[in-house]
């Protein structure tokens, strides 16, 4: 019972480069969400989907793109990484906005 | 504008006390009021809700309290045990719409 996988688990990346952050839900889920987590600063939602063919910015969106073309598949492109960007950064899922999230093990970004 | 204020950010107790959570919210609108716990390395999961038509939910040791009239919510874990050692979070929303976070309580329970 997979749930919500997220790839790479660990990454380094260089100032500038680009990446791609991996996740894939088995639940059939129609809401999909990135947060990234700082310390003292929770859970941030970065970008979200309610839907196949369906996206819209959160609370901290810029630095970050985001696609949704299959119900089980929501990846996050860094497109220029920054120091700022180093982070950890959680995939959820949901049936709906009003339930329970399930969350991925998460990806610790580093960029230096 | 934080929505959703937990406290404290940090709390440390001894193993068989009781852990004591607390968060307040704003929003009047909000009607579901989850609780979030984390074990370092891994995602956050459920751990218990409560929506407001009700001002208390257990299950186990964990108890929900809530105060619709001060617009506060707190987790209670009683008997805190070692394992319990995670960070917290509280969360609420308002129908439909999507969940907003507290900042999180790091919780050690010392043996």
């Known amino acids: 019972n997979a749930g919500v996988t997220q790839t790479p688990k660990f990454q380094v990346l260089k100032t500038g480069q680009s990446m791609t952050l991996q996740c894939a839900q088995d639940?059939?889920?129609?809401?999909m969400s990135w947060y990234r987590q700082d310390p003292g600063m929770g859970l941030r939602l970065i970008h979200y989907?309610?839907?196949?063919?369906?996206?819209d910015q959160g609370e901290v969106p810029n630095g970050y793109n985001v696609s949704r073309s299959t119900t089980e598949d929501f990846p996050l492109r860094l497109l220029s990484a920054a120091p700022s960007q180093t982070s950890v950064y959680f995939c959820?899922?949901?049936?709906?906005?009003?339930?329970?999230?399930?969350f991925g093990e998460g990806s610790r970004l580093t960029v230096l | 504008q934080q929505q959703v204020k937990q406290s404290p950010q940090s709390l440390i107790v001894q193993k068989g006390g009781i852990s004591i959570i607390n968060c307040a919210y704003e929003n009047t609108a909000f009607d579901y009021f989850p609780w979030y716990q984390q074990f370092p390395g891994k995602g956050p999961a459920l751990l218990i809700a409560i929506r407001p038509d009700v001002s208390e939910k257990k299950e186990g040791r964990f108890t929900i309290s809530f105060n619709k009239s001060a617009k506060q919510f707190s987790l209670h874990i009683m008997d805190s045990q070692p394992g319990d050692s995670a960070t917290y979070f509280c969360?609420?929303?308002?129908?439909?719409?999507?969940?907003?976070f507290g900042k999180g309580t790091k919780l050690t329970v010392n043996p």
């Open positions: 639940m059939n889920h129609e809401y």
């Open positions: 969360a609420a929303s308002r129908g439909s719409e999507k969940l907003v």
């Open positions: 989907s309610v839907g196949a063919g369906i996206t």
């Open positions: 959820a899922s949901s049936p709906d906005w009003a339930g329970e999230l399930f």
